[in-house]
């Protein structure tokens, strides 16, 4: 059972314009959604992250929108630049007990920017 | 500062060999460590975690294993590898900024088992 999905494996968009990444969960029991961005053969770096409790939050180009109703989250980018170039996951986070949260992720999300 | 050891950074072993990666981190007490695995085109599966020494958590029965010998080592580990092993594998450290929480991952380590 796919609690994190990222419909989209890729996405094209041109430099300057505005990239829409879409991510769905299942479990109302998240708590943090986080976006996290990856180059081949690094670690993910974090993004973004945003608060059950909100609907928006905002950091220079990115910005993560969640709509608890429809259980959909989506980071924008704007304006996209060649570097933004990478894989994209979208990350749920739940207290699974005791002092601990588990991060589930989504299959990622190939992005690419043209010049 | 806070920061996240991982290694080594690549690695090829052949089939039914020992495996240990280790990661450590440092500028922090008690932290809770994960192990993930992102396997070619597929996202990164949650192997392991461990919220102290000796406590070990696994969300994936597998060929794997994990040891928190020290506050700040998580270790992965197998007695035999198998192919299907084959994978970039990552260690996570979680950590509390203010309200909310942030995930820090290593640099990875690039398995391939042949």
């Known amino acids: 059972d796919q609690q994190v999905k990222q419909n989209s494996p890729s996405l094209s968009v041109q430099e300057g314009r505005i990239s829409i990444l879409n991510c769905d969960y299942t479990n109302s029991m998240f708590d943090y959604f986080l976006w996290y961005k990856k180059y081949p053969a690094e670690g993910p770096t974090f993004l973004i992250s945003?608060?059950?409790?909100?609907d928006k939050n905002e950091d220079g180009r990115f910005t993560v929108f969640l709509n608890k109703s429809a259980k959909h989250l989506s980071l924008h980018i704007v304006p996209s630049q060649p570097g933004d170039s990478a894989v994209y996951f979208c990350a749920a986070s739940a207290w699974s007990g005791g002092s601990n949260y588990k991060l589930t992720f989504g299959k990622g999300t190939l992005l690419t920017v043209n010049p | 500062s806070q920061t996240i050891h991982q290694w080594p950074a690549t690695l090829v072993q052949p089939v039914g060999s020992p495996l240990s990666l280790e990661c450590t981190v440092e500028g922090t007490s008690n932290p809770n460590l994960y192990w993930y695995r992102q396997a070619a085109g597929r996202g990164l599966q949650l192997l392991f975690y461990?919220?102290?020494?000796?406590?070990i958590s696994s969300e994936v029965p597998q060929n794997l294993s994990a040891s928190r010998p020290q506050d700040r080592q998580f270790i992965l580990s197998s007695k035999k590898l198998l192919l299907s092993d084959s994978g970039f594998y990552l260690c996570?450290?979680?950590?509390?900024?203010?309200?909310?929480?942030?995930?820090?991952f290593g640099s990875g380590t690039r398995l391939t088992v042949v």
């Open positions: 945003i608060s059950s409790i909100k």
């Open positions: 996570a450290w979680i950590y509390w900024r203010g309200a909310s929480i942030g995930y820090t």
């Open positions: 461990s919220v102290g020494i000796g406590q």
